[in-house]
């Protein structure tokens, strides 16, 4: 609940502050809009995770935690505006919220990966 209420006020944050793009990918579907912040993700993002998981691990304070979830919520909203052609009413639905879903499993997975891949 908690994690929900922080990506819809990132999402509106984040359409108020972003254009929307012209140059959207299909996007029809929770896991097409997913695999379009995939293709759009970077170093960037994968930045703002790392820095969730250490405050999340390290029992970091729950405002410092819950600051970077909301970080993190804003930049997938930004992604899905400015690269996806997502509107402003389409983040507060349920295809957002999967797609959300499906891309924070995905990067999470990556900058674990690529962790481990550096000790072996």
Known sequence: MLKSSFIALAAA??????????QAQNT??????????????GADEEAI???FMVKALTDAPASEIQAALLQLGMKMAT?????CGV??????GS??????????????EKVMNDAMAKIQ
Not at 13 to 22: D, I, R, Y
Not at 95 to 108: C, H, L, N, S, V
């Open 13 to 22: 944050g984040a359409v108020l502050l972003s254009p929307l793009s012209a």
């Open 28 to 41: 029809t579907t929770a896991a097409g809009l997913a695999q379009c912040m995939i293709n759009n993700s």
């Open 49 to 51: 995770v790392k820095d």
């Open 79 to 83: 992604m899905a505006t400015t690269n």
């Open 87 to 92: 509107t402003m009413s389409e983040l507060g």
């Open 95 to 108: 295809k957002f919220e999967e797609a959300g879903g499906i891309y924070g499993e995905w990067i999470g």
